[in-house]
């Protein structure tokens, strides 16, 4: 059994709680909070046994073995830090971390204390993205893809943490994150170029993100990322050999492979094949999960930084 602690008692950590019934060999033991309230407010909810009022006392808790961090990511690189040194396995929200020397360095101290450190990426651990994976080895070389996810996010709330540059806001991390972490799985040419263009925020981040990537066989992938306002959540693969349409890429139930339909089993709210394959990965003691390995993620965050860089958007602790 793998004891989990929280590291943030927020709507996403909810969301975890509530999927982590579905794994038979894991269980929250701990939560901790900035706020002694809000983690206790947690620990009822959801029947955990500890509340902690600060990050470090979870992480020198012999309760655990394991924590999911679900703070905003500019938080992230610290923490994880924090409690890979008292040698506990960390899932981390995405974005991992904020650029790539944060996630080196991330990547360093836990092959040095020998614990598991995993993106949670869970859209690569769904049924349907397993499929696809295999699938287009058949298909020859992708030639377009077409990979949109956005959401009105930002309201009438100028504190929103996600446009807040000292909280590392904006639609890349938050929200782009999914479309290029998911081109990333679905294609391994390397990048040729990257275009992208950029609407800010009064606040100084993206709140929309157009990407142009062009991969060294000439193949387009478009993405499209945004916090102001709803994209329509859909990929579309266009292979040499075939055609793949994924409705809601990031939560796929059902897909098209040349406008032949195929469903798939969607358990919970989504988080449950991640949690099995990272609880498996500890259990196998190895340090690196097999499908969202620490290559996966910096793959990702170094297309987000040359994407950061062509905007102009650099954040004020970076």
């Given amino acids: 059994m793998i004891r989990f602690g929280i590291v943030g008692a927020n709507g996403i950590a909810r969301q975890f709680a509530r999927d982590i019934e579905f794994v038979d ?6 939560v901790s909070a900035r706020n002694i309230k809000t983690a206790n407010k947690y620990k009822t909810e959801y029947g955990v046994n500890y509340a902690y009022s600060s990050y470090l006392e979870l992480a020198k808790s012999q309760e655990i073995d394991a924590v999911y961090i679900a703070t905003p990511h500019n938080f992230h690189y610290e923490q994880a830090i924090m409690f890979m040194k008292h040698k506990k396995h960390v899932l981390i929200e995405k974005s991992i971390a904020v650029n790539e020397g944060q996630l080196l360095k991330m990547i360093k101290v836990a092959k040095e204390n020998n614990v598991l450190m995993m993106e949670a990426m869970w859209t690569h651990f769904l049924p349907s993205s397993r499929y696809i994976k295999n ?11 077409y990979i949109d996810f956005g959401y ?7 504190k929103n943490r996600i446009i807040d540059p000292n909280l590392a806001g904006g639609s890349i991390l938050d929200i782009g994150v999914y ?9 391994k040419t390397p990048i040729k170029e990257i275009n992208a263009i950029a609407k800010f925020t009064e606040s100084g981040v993206d709140a929309s993100c157009d990407i142009e990537i062009t991969d060294e066989n000439n193949a387009k992938i478009y993405i499209k990322s945004s916090i ?3 994209q329509s959540k859909d990929a579309r693969l266009i292979y040499e050999n075939g055609i793949i349409e994924m409705k809601d890429f990031s939560r ?11 469903d798939f089993e969607y358990i919970g709210e989504g988080f449950p094949h991640q949690i ?9 003691n190895e340090i690196e999960n097999d499908i969202m390995t620490h290559e996966a993620s910096l793959k990702s965050i170094r297309t987000m930084d040359q994407i950061r860089k062509i905007i102009g958007l650099t954040y004020p602790f970076e």
């Fill in 179 to 187: 479309p290029i972490s998911f081109y990333h799985l679905i294609q």
């Fill in 135 to 145: 699938y287009i080895k058949t298909l020859g070389n992708l030639k377009e893809a």
């Fill in 25 to 30: 060999n894991a269980r929250i033991t701990a």
């Fill in 228 to 230: 102001d306002k709803q």
């Fill in 152 to 158: 009105d996010l930002l309201g009438n709330n100028p």
């Fill in 252 to 262: 796929c139930k059902e897909l098209y492979i040349d406008g032949n339909r195929i």
């Fill in 276 to 284: 099995k394959s990272f609880v498996k990965t500890i259990e196998n």
